[in-house]
């Protein structure tokens, strides 16, 4: 049974900072692409970041570029988001999601097959 657990939510105050970790069971996902998305209270489900394969390429919302970092380590078969500056905008439930057989990351969240059960990350001003 493929998971993916996500961990490192929590409350901080804004400006502050937070680091995310999703690890995956059951399967690896070194070849496949990866990415965060996140929902806020009474709002649609929400790009956040993608990263390819390897790493070597990386995707952000507008909202989050130059705040937020992607990264993965496929040993250990886990991604990454670390959280800088933190706003109350950011508050939602941030989940993570795989591709399957696809190594190019994508904003479009129709392209991620497996997805974790999510993490709240609550931002106070």
């Known amino acids: 049974q493929v998971q993916l657990v996500e961990s490192g939510g929590g409350l901080v105050q804004a400006g502050g900072s937070l680091r995310l970790s999703c690890t995956a069971s059951g399967r690896t996902f070194s070849t496949d692409a990866m990415c965060w998305l996140r929902q806020a209270p009474g709002k649609e489900r929400e790009f956040v970041a993608t990263?390819?394969?390897?790493?070597?390429?990386?995707d952000y919302a507008d909202s989050v570029e130059g705040r937020f970092t992607i990264s993965r380590d496929n040993a250990k078969n886990t991604v990454y988001l670390q959280l800088n500056s933190l706003k109350p905008e950011d508050t939602a439930v941030y989940y993570c999601?795989?591709?399957?057989?696809?190594?190019?990351?994508?904003?479009?969240?129709?392209?991620?097959?497996?997805w974790g059960q999510g993490t709240q990350v609550t931002v106070s001003s």
């Open positions: 990263i390819n394969w390897n790493g070597g390429t990386t």
């Open positions: 999601a795989a591709r399957r057989y696809g190594a190019i990351g994508s904003s479009e969240l129709r392209d991620y097959y497996y």
